[in-house]
């Protein structure tokens, strides 16, 4: 399937500092999907992304897809301790594909 | 509703047993999916299913035998596990249309291979 790579793999803040992660790709992507996994908890999707450039917002949450489709980011604004969790982008293999191949994901802890 | 559901919650089995995992959703979705996810590793595809018929199998050893019976549910049947299985099962839905649409996942079946 189509590979993705997520960085950081970790990130430690403070309750109220920002918050990034990335993916990227060395091929042209069709789409990018991003899920949250809180701690014991199962993925869920916050948010697909499919036009170059797209921008898309959720409260404190932003979402980015690169002009060249090839890489993606999420920015959360002010973190919060509800934030805490592992952030997974997942993305297919082509259009039209059902094979879903996730990044390693981005394990946030907040300070409080 | 917009839950899928996951039986059991937890299984610990002998590598002699047989098991089955069962999920459901009754959300009207086409396309149903296993992933095996490890501790601290993503989920990993094994199974796709589309309107009941198996439409990807990532390579998945015989050992998991996976069953739609109908639109709703959707079985993985467990038989020899090796203690290297042990991991979160879960089972997710989308809708099937053109190209993938956001996928609903349960909450998983814990799994233990002694």
């Known amino acids: 399937g189509q590979q993705v790579m997520q960085i950081p793999q970790y990130q430690h803040v403070q309750e109220g500092e920002d918050f990034t992660t990335y993916c990227n790709s060395s091929?042209?992507?069709?789409?990018i999907q991003w899920y949250k996994q809180r701690p014991g908890g199962h993925p869920v999707f916050l948010i697909q992304?499919?036009?170059?450039?797209e921008v898309k917002k959720q409260k404190r949450l932003t979402f980015q897809f690169g002009e060249a489709k090839k890489n993606s980011s999420l920015h959360i604004t002010a973190t919060q301790t509800t934030d805490v969790g592992t952030y997974f982008c997942?993305?297919?293999?082509?259009?039209?594909?059902?094979?879903?191949?996730f990044g390693k994901g981005t394990k946030l802890s907040v300070i409080p | 509703d917009t839950e899928v559901t996951q039986t059991p919650k937890h299984l610990v089995m002998g590598m002699t047993n047989k098991k089955s995992l069962k999920c459901e959703q009754h959300?009207?979705?086409?396309?149903m999916y296993w992933y095996k996810q490890k501790a601290k590793k993503p989920p990993e595809l094994m199974f796709v299913?589309?309107?009941?018929?198996l439409s990807i199998n990532e390579s998945v050893p015989s050992r998991f035998s996976p069953e739609c019976p109908n639109s709703s549910l959707l079985n993985l049947h467990l038989h020899a596990l090796q203690p290297e299985d042990s991991a979160l099962y879960l089972c997710?839905?989308?809708?099937w249309g053109v190209g993938i649409d956001e996928q609903f996942f349960g909450p998983g079946t814990r799994l233990t291979v002694l």
């Open positions: 997710a839905s989308s809708y």
């Open positions: 091929t042209t992507l069709s789409n």
């Open positions: 992304l499919v036009k170059s450039g």
């Open positions: 997942a993305v297919t293999s082509g259009a039209g594909s059902y094979q879903l191949t």
């Open positions: 959300m009207g979705h086409r396309a």
């Open positions: 299913y589309s309107y009941e018929k």
